[in-house]
């Protein structure tokens, strides 16, 4: 029977490293706020390095562990919020740099649920016989730093750089495989988390500058989403996959806040330690988050080929994702 593996994950975080007290220099916050409401003690910040850099990268990184030719990859796609450009795609960036010339490549757009978009929509690619995709690289990356408003002390402090990303192949008779998915879209949630908001405006009349708007959004109702969704999203594709919430050997969740993922760990009744986190160090990365902590746990090797993972993810749409895998 042939199935999905993810053969390798790889990422990249830019150099710079921005600290709580470094923020609190330039806005009205605190180490203190900061890490009590959010866990965060640090982002990554790019310096000239847009999202196609990034992605670009961890594209490197990915054909050197793995020792893939590009031009044998059949599907490329990136995961992000914050592209390039509105075209070309960031995928079609990276694919003309790696030279994956039989590669099809666009992006996904669902904000930090992109990276479990993406996973589906690699899934559905692979098994369909009209595409016939055996190799895709996935990657979700991120330069939120230039959509946000650095003088707003409530959206700043939350959000870093860096991208992170996988390559999956069909095999036959692999242990490893996709097991089950549950994604939705609350797209009447929209207004709660915005960012680069543009207007439709035209030479005629002329009515003013073409301004692309900076993250905007409702904390509290993003927060009671994520803590009511996601768990409805883990619980909907367990029941799907035919396992419970037992049998999953961890948890990788979004890293938005880690009190959201503490509370997701209550209403699971999980215990904590099947949910790891890394958001100290590199705060909210959206789309890149759930694959950077994923190649974080499989590099220092706290997952094991054959474990049931959840990976989840939640943020603009609003959307919510959760994919379940044995890796
Ligand atoms: N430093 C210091 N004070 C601050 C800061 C800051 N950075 N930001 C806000 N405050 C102040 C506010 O002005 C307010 O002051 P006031 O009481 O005098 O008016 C006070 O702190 C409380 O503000 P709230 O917004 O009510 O703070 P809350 O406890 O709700 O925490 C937070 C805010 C951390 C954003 C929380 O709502 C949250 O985590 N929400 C989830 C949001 C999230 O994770 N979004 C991302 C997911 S989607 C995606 O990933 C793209």
């Known amino acids: 029977m042939e199935t999905i593996k993810v053969v390798k994950t790889a990422s990249y975080v830019p150099a710079k490293v921005v600290t709580n007290d470094d923020l609190s220099q330039i806005m009205d916050t605190s180490d203190e706020w900061i890490s009590s409401r959010t866990g965060i003690k640090q982002r990554h910040v790019s310096v000239n390095e847009n999202t196609s850099q990034l992605c670009f990268n961890v594209a490197k990184l990915l054909l050197e562990k793995s020792g893939w030719d590009a031009a044998s990859i059949d599907l490329l796609i990136v995961a992000t919020m914050s592209p390039d450009s509105y075209t070309p795609a960031t995928a079609a960036l990276v694919q003309g740099k790696i030279g994956a010339h039989n590669a099809i490549a666009f992006d996904v757009s669902a904000a930090c649920s992109g990276f479990i978009y993406g996973l589906n929509v690699a899934e559905k690619f692979m098994g369909s016989s009209n595409t016939a995709c055996k190799r895709v690289m996935l990657i979700g990356g ?51 988390l915005e960012a680069g908001k543009t207007e439709a405006l035209t030479a005629f009349p002329m009515t003013g500058e073409h301004q692309i708007k900076a993250f905007s959004m409702s904390g509290r109702d993003v927060y009671k989403f994520a803590t009511h969704k996601v768990p409805l999203s883990i619980e909907e594709a367990v029941a799907k996959a035919g396992v419970t919430l037992d049998q999953v050997d961890y948890f990788v969740l979004h890293q938005a806040n880690s009190r959201i993922v503490t509370q997701i760990a209550k209403r699971l009744e999980q215990p904590l330690a099947k949910f790891p986190m890394n958001i100290a160090e590199y705060g909210n990365t959206s789309a890149a988050s759930v694959p950077l902590l994923l190649d974080e746990l499989i590099t220092n090797k706290t997952l094991k080929r054959g474990q049931v993972i959840v990976l989840s993810g939640f943020g603009g749409g609003l959307t919510v994702g959760t994919q379940i895998i044995k890796y």
């Open 142 to 192: 991120e330069v939120l730093s230039k959509v946000i408003d650095w003088s707003d002390r409530t959206t700043a402090v939350l959000f870093g750089d860096g991208a992170a990303g996988m390559l999956l192949e069909q095999q036959d008779d692999s242990e490893s495989r996709f097991i089950a998915s549950s994604l939705h879209t609350y797209g009447e949630l929209g207004d709660k």
